[in-house]
């Protein structure tokens, strides 16, 4: 039953640090090894480098300024492995494709002009390194397919393992230094006790697929885990038990990638974690040799792509922040540490049953004692800083702040683990993915609230909706909405070739035919939008860099159409993004691969601006309300205004998301602010706020919501503030008000559906049942269904207009100026139109209800009064009660018989 006990591990979370805090200026780094390509000693990182055969070494200190990396130029060929020693610091080995080990013996500066020793290894290049784990100057190396035990005191072999068949793969020391395990290209899986025998004393069948393995060996010294590839080439992790060689005792299957896994363990938590190079995701899981199992605890996805991967020694851990691990995540420009802590309340001493003693620095025996059989470990220290003498290993302790997010205490639980706080991170147990909770709820309490937190999102009756749509695409790109709709129409791209996109009438709801007319763009379509002026003109961007102008016959499609009404020729990469003009006739804007920025004129079909300055994908593009400047949010990390009449470069810059994974921006607060949807550092889905005044001061707030690798779609309601948000699979939409004060977004309702959905559009202000307090109205796109979704705030008085809600509003379906005025230098908006349906009354014309009569309490009104007074005035009530008492009673006006009537 031990499986089904909860973890004390199970609410450790992985924890990113802002870009000041990582490790910068390290050069490029090499990706031609199936090595780790850093390691961490108890002072100092070491990592390849872009040049074969150089190393760059630079300080564990937490100073920033101090960390100057320096080259060690260590082989004349690429160094395949590398480690530290585990009892000097100071000793570094490193192997090479130029089959050669060499001993270095670094000064305090990290440098190194000569070799100590050089060991020359035949059969191949060397594979992997590995210092014994209790005896000194003990190494074991794998080359070609061979296996070597080193004396480096001698600079003597000591043994050889010769019975591979195949290429060594990876080689491991058992805990206790007693075994050692390898893997090899022929799928095995082979131990060696190599005092007693050169030759393998079990042998197994491995991974059913020969790509690269990985072999460690578990705190305990009967069981192993290997990860590698299964039959079907999905990545597997397998733990085997000595006792029961024959097949593994447990696996545990990830996905398919073909990226190679680094796994690194945690001996004293039994914690494994797992990273492949040329991928972002990071796997946490706890290895249970008791049950046995396998389980994970958590999913991470980060912002850069890992190039290697390493532990930081436990003693430079800071354990009474409860920090676990702390791995450090090698990157194209970047050394990041990502610290593993389990949430608990303010530690006064060390939590024993999270850190328990661990061994030590010196060495229980020495290398020559040990061939001759000699058996000992390493005495273990504790880890309660105020019980061992200091090191000079830093403790690196992050204090991370933000103005819009409060630390919260976690309580705990009577097993002491911690329970989930609203700052705090959680995984899903169904998907394993890593998700962040933010203060919303505390900032509703203690914060303004808004009139609109109680709206709520209603999926209308079955009867409106579009069903039996198939083959939705799944690959349009990330910057486009997936799907568009006006007051009439949606348009949906299709999966398939030829780009197809099927327009269905809103007015004619229900099951669509098995077979549509649709239009055959050629290429994939990458964005698409409706003409806000002309409800049948449908804009395309495409694979191929042109944007297409489609008619839509009136009553919808009949026919297939091929031939488009135009076609724009400019860009010669592909679309992004294509977004017509909101005050102007004719004018469309587009964003392409070859990061320009181009404005044309329908009219005439010409390219009439061409806007620079872009240097990365642009992920977005807004025109602001009044509809002179255009806003751009780029994957260099800056969000940009232009005039695109005055000046092809921006007039404005600033710092946008920290993330590369996308972004979206958008104008509200009738064009004060720039609001950006985008990722932090952290893959932490965030919103800022930024002045349109002053774009270089940087972001006025920031949120953070969840953890998810979609970006985050805004819609904006200019006439209520109100601002929807939700992504392509998402099943939740957030909903905020954005007001032009602090705190700038007040959280409402979120709005919750049971299957994730591919899109999201808001239909026009007009469009909403105004009688029902509607306010928002939505269609939702599904894998095989349209689904209108209304968002209404509940009110008493409906039969009343809730003016209140619903001020005068722009009327965006018609134009204020045609192409040429615009292109000329005139601006002008819409007329305002009132929403108030006929022969409704406004809330605020409502007549006033006559107040009920309040008392004032009878507390209130003796304190008033002084002790005698309140005497007299209750005798006075009760004399008043009783009346006066010198009246005759009724009885007495009663007359009794005669006396001779008794008789």
Known sequence: MNRFKPSKYKNCIPKIPKKEGWIGDIGGTSTNTNGNNIKCGHSRIVYNTDIAGVLGIISLQVDKDKKTPSRLHCHSDVVTDFSFSPFDDNLLVTGSADQTIKLWNLTETGNATDPKGTLAVAGGQVKALQFHPSADALLVSAAGKSAQIWDLSTEMSLAALDNHNDLVQSICWSQDGVLIGTTSKEKRLRIFDVRKSTRASQDAQGHDNNKDSRVLWTNSNNHLITSGFNQVRERELLLW?????????????????????????????????LAAQGESTMYSMEVNTESPSLTQLSQCVTEQQTRGLALVPKLCLDVMSCELL?????????????SYSVPRKAVQELPLDLFPDTAGRTAALSAQSWWSGVNKQVEKVSLDPSQRPVTSCPVKKEKETSHTEQKVASPEHSDGSAISSPSSSVTSPTSGIVSSTSQRSLQSILGPSSRFRHTQGIVLHRDSHITNLRVVSQSTPGESDGFCVNHQRVAVPLAGPGGQIAVLELSQPGRLPDSLPTIENTVPVTDLTWDPFNPQRLVTGGEDGRIKVWIIPQGGLKETVTDPHSVLVGHNERIYTVRFQPCASDILVSSSYDMTVRVWNLRSGKNVLTLQG???????????????????CCKDQRIRIYDPRASNHPKQEGAGPEGARGARILWVCDGKYLLVSGFDSRSERQLTLHSTDNLSQGPITTISLDVSPSTLIPHYDPDTGILLLTGKGDTRSFIYEVTAESPYFLECNSFMTSDPHKGFQCLRKADCAVPEVEVLRALRLCNSSIEPVAFRVPRVKKEFFQDDVFPPTRVTWEPALSAEEWLSGKDKQQRSINLCPSGMTPVSQAPKEAPNKK??????????????????????????????RDDPLPQDAFEGVDEDEWD
Not at 326 to 338: E, G, K, S, V
Request: net charge negative; charged share 25%; aromatic share 8%.
């Open 855 to 884: 008392f004032v309490p009878s507390s209130v009104y003796l304190q008033e009064k002084t002790d005698e007074q309140k005497k007299e005035e209750l005798l006075n009530a009760m004399v008043a009660k009783l009346g006066n």
């Open 326 to 338: 702390r791995l450090l995540q090698l990157t194209d420009r970047f050394i990041i540490p990502i």
């Open 614 to 632: 872009h240097e990365d994908q642009i992920f977005s593009l807004a025109w602001s309300p009044d509809g002179k400047c255009l806003a751009t």
């Open 241 to 273: 038990d000595l006792r029961n060689f024959s097949r593994p005792a447990t696996s545990f299957s990830l996905d398919a990638s073909s990226g190679l896994l680094i796994p690194l363990y945690d001996v004293d938590t039994g914690l494994l974690i």
